[in-house]
């Protein structure tokens, strides 16, 4: 079965910087995304990439700007720079991968915790 695990979340300071990863297990998708969940909230929709070709991302309005996902194909890994942190940021961030075009995101890692201090 295909894991995904992440990796690069921690503790940071407002105005600071973190990369997150997440390395696949070498099984190819159709899309790759990234999602939160901060302490009582829904899971939220944060990034997405698709895996092959010319790539072609989308953003959650409010991380547009200072997010940016990419990828490696040779390393078979996803990432997500964060920029501009801001304690609303503080939550539990999901890679998540979608095995085929329409599958909606099926594969899950275990998540990273990133807090951000005042």
């Known amino acids: 079965q295909a894991q995904l695990v992440e990796s690069g979340g921690g503790l940071v300071q407002a105005g600071g910087s973190l990369r997150l990863s997440c390395a696949t297990s070498?099984?190819?998708?159709?899309?790759m995304g990234w999602f939160r969940q901060a302490p009582g909230k829904e899971r939220d929709f944060v990034a997405a990439?698709?895996?092959?070709?010319?790539?072609?991302?989308n953003y959650a309005d409010i991380v547009k700007g200072r997010f940016t996902i990419s990828r490696d194909n040779t390393k078979n890994t996803v990432y997500l720079q964060m920029n501009s942190l801001n304690p609303e940021d503080t939550a539990v961030y999901y890679c998540?991968?979608?095995?085929?075009?329409?599958?909606?995101?099926?594969?899950w890692g275990q998540g990273t915790q990133v807090t951000v201090s005042s």
């Open positions: 990439i698709n895996w092959s070709g010319s790539p072609n991302t």
């Open positions: 070498g099984r190819t998708f159709s899309r």
């Open positions: 998540a991968a979608e095995s085929f075009p329409g599958s909606g995101y099926d594969v």
